[in-house]
């Protein structure tokens, strides 16, 4: 059993920055890709970022891409979304999740979630 946890989130202005942080406080961690996803209401979960197992390989969503930076330490078994340059419409809520698959880069499918933590942006 893989529990995530996410503490962060919260409210910001436009243009300025926040950090997310996902902590693996159980199972299998630094062999899993891990992706960030969020959700407003209304629409699907949407791809936000991805990190490989590793650390090496980082894929982003074009809304975010130069804005967003996901990175991970292993050995804290954390997964990070650094949040610059925020837009109203990047409130949502956020998710981490877990690769189903070992050894893969992060885009999914994931088996595990975390609890999702509010990101809101006023203009």
């Known amino acids: 059993q893989v529990q995530l946890v996410e503490p962060g989130g919260g409210l910001a202005q436009a243009g300025a920055s926040l950090r997310l942080s996902c902590a693996a406080s159980?199972?299998?961690?630094?062999?899993?890709?891990m992706g960030w996803l969020r959700q407003t209401p209304g629409k699907e979960r949407e791809f936000v970022a991805a990190?490989?197992?590793?650390?090496?390989?980082?894929q982003y969503a074009d809304s975010v891409k130069g804005r967003f930076t996901i990175y991970r330490d292993n050995t804290k078994k954390m997964v990070n979304l650094q949040m610059n340059r925020l837009k109203p419409e990047d409130t949502a809520v956020y998710y981490c999740?877990?690769?189903?698959?070992?050894?893969?880069?992060?885009?999914?499918?994931?088996?595990?979630w975390g609890q999702g933590t509010q990101v809101t942006v006023s203009s």
């Open positions: 990190v490989s197992w590793r650390g090496t390989n980082t």
């Open positions: 159980e199972g299998a961690f630094n062999t899993y890709g």
């Open positions: 999740a877990r690769d189903a698959s070992a050894y893969q880069v992060g885009s999914g499918p994931y088996d595990y």
